[in-house]
């Protein structure tokens, strides 16, 4: 599988920071880029994804920046809480994929009082 | 969004026997499923993409006569884990396609394998 690179491996954030994760893709064959959100002993979420035709989607304190240039690619939270505290992924899919993901390596976040 | 509903939540087996995990699409139909396994603190490694009516395409080094799996209808497949060993505990995770290239994701089965 074509590779999705992840860091950082762990953050701690204070409560009401903003969280930055980020990812890097080698595939320009990809054009989908979602990320999961997954709690402890539960599967993923999906939380919020971007296309390449875009640099910057947001919902709600959730927010992608894409840099197509660069290959890159990254999540902000915004406003940061402890109930944010999970692992996410970002992962990456090719057209005609059949929804066929490569996923990073994942990051926990723990957001602190 | 849609749900999956994966069953069992966990299981614990002794070496030698099989299980079989459920993994449904309650509310559409979903002509692909994949199939994952995760280890703790690590990435989703996808094992198999199950398709309707078809048989699964596995990743390359997953052993298809030890995972079984079965997609016979648009709203369930299923795992069958054969002759378990311990190196097979791990969390097993399924998702179903959806629409818009949504995958949505079961809530994880949790095997030990004593």
């Known amino acids: 599988q074509q590779q999705v690179k992840q860091s950082p491996q762990s953050l701690i954030v204070q409560k009401g920071g903003i969280s930055i994760i980020n990812c890097a893709y080698e595939n320009t064959a990809f054009d989908y880029f979602p990320w999961y959100q997954q709690f402890p002993g539960k599967g993923p979420a999906l939380l919020i994804a971007?296309?390449?035709?875009?640099s910057e989607k947001k919902e709600g304190r959730f927010t992608i920046s894409f840099n197509k240039s660069a290959k890159q690619f990254s999540l902000h939270i915004m406003d940061s809480q402890p109930g944010d505290s999970a692992t996410y992924f970002c992962a990456a899919e090719a057209s005609g994929g059949y929804q066929k993901v490569t996923f990073g390596t994942g990051t926990k976040l723990q957001v602190i009082p | 969004g849609a749900v999956v509903s994966q069953h069992p939540s966990r299981v614990i087996c002794k070496s030698g026997t099989s299980v079989k995990i459920e993994c449904r699409s309650l509310?559409?139909?979903?002509?692909?499923m994949f199939w994952y396994r995760q280890f703790p603190k690590q990435s989703l490694m996808l094992m198999a993409t199950?398709?309707?009516?078809?048989?699964?395409?596995?990743e390359q080094g997953v052993e298809k006569d030890k995972f079984l799996i079965n997609h016979a209808s648009l709203t369930l497949s299923t795992l069958t884990v054969t002759s378990a060993h311990p190196e097979d505990s791990s969390f097993y995770i399924c998702?179903?396609?959806?629409?818009?290239?949504?995958?949505?994701f079961g809530s994880g089965t949790q095997l030990s394998v004593l």
């Open positions: 199950s398709n309707e009516g078809s048989k699964a395409t596995y």
């Open positions: 509310d559409f139909q979903a002509t692909t």
């Open positions: 971007i296309r390449p035709d875009v």
């Open positions: 998702s179903a396609g959806g629409w818009d290239e949504k995958l949505f």
